[in-house]
């Protein structure tokens, strides 16, 4: 039940220059993204339920009227997609996800219940903003082009980086090696309410509680640490830049049955 649930000032805080051109807003414990174009910008996921109004408020402090050209997602789960549909009637503009995205995003799928026994501590948080069904964008919602690029978005790559969802992908830019990883991985504890109150940046994997494949989200983190990224930018948890984050997430990548993968999920060896 998202109606009458307002978002406090306190639980919106800006995320500024993580890297030329690539600005944040975390609204509760989730982060949106704008990054600026050689035409305009575009738009990284879409939020909690109820946050379209402060992500227009926010994008219009940068960008004045001007709409981004495209919304572009890392994956369908309701707090990447909450500020569907009402913020299209302000902006319509095309929105992009993975082929594999698209019955969720469509209303035709609905995701895997979320996994509580692998920590749903902020499950309990996020409850008022739980949805009543699955988002139906119906065809306003088109399948990333196979080619890797997002037209007006030419700089990024999209990679596909399953495993938290079937249809997960991560954006790269290779000319400053930043990464938006949507929930590929976190830098805070999705389970652990401390660490997001401290927001202290370490590489965690996943949100346990909602991903459904930890063979393919292991597979996915290799991948990205292949690209040794100088700033990598979550959907949840402060980004974090230098010369330290390849490190990090080559020792997550190694060690991502320790560090990621819930116990009880893990295969005998
Ligand atoms: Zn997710
Ligand atoms: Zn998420």
Redesign the pocket.
């Known amino acids: 039940m998202t109606d009458g649930i307002e978002i406090n000032d306190r639980d919106v805080v800006t995320l500024d220059s993580i890297a030329p051109g690539v600005r944040g807003l975390r609204i509760l414990l989730?982060n949106v993204y704008a990054v600026s174009t050689a035409n305009g910008w575009v738009l990284i996921d879409a939020g909690l339920p109820m946050s379209h109004g402060r992500i227009r408020r926010w994008a219009e402090s940068h960008f004045g009227s001007r709409k981004p050209s495209a919304i572009v997602l890392t994956h369908g789960?309701f707090?990447?997609v909450g500020a569907f549909p009402q913020i299209l009637d302000a902006w319509d503009v095309p929105v992009f996800a993975h082929q594999l995205e698209l019955p969720y995003l469509r209303g035709e799928k609905k995701y895997p219940a979320p996994d509580m026994t692998a920590g749903g501590g902020v499950m309990s948080l996020l409850a008022p903003f739980y949805p009543r069904g699955p988002i139906n964008l119906g065809d306003r919602v088109q399948p990333l082009p196979l080619n890797g690029i997002v037209p007006e978005f030419e700089d990024w790559k999209w990679i596909h980086t399953p495993g938290h969802t079937e249809g997960h992908v991560s954006f790269f830019r290779d000319s400053d090696r930043t990464l938006l990883v949507g929930?590929a991985f976190c830098t805070t504890k999705q389970e652990s309410l401390t660490a997001i109150a401290t927001q202290k940046p370490e590489l965690h994997g996943p949100?346990a509680y909602y991903t459904s494949d930890w063979d393919a989200a292991k597979a996915s983190v290799e991948i990205l640490a292949n690209l040794q990224p100088l700033c990598v930018a979550p959907?949840?948890g402060l980004a974090m830049s230098g010369a330290d984050v390849a490190p990090a997430l080559d020792d997550l990548a190694k060690n991502f049955d320790e560090l990621a993968r819930p116990k009880k999920t893990r295969r005998a060896a």
């Open positions: 989730v789960h707090d990447h929930d949100p959907g949840h």
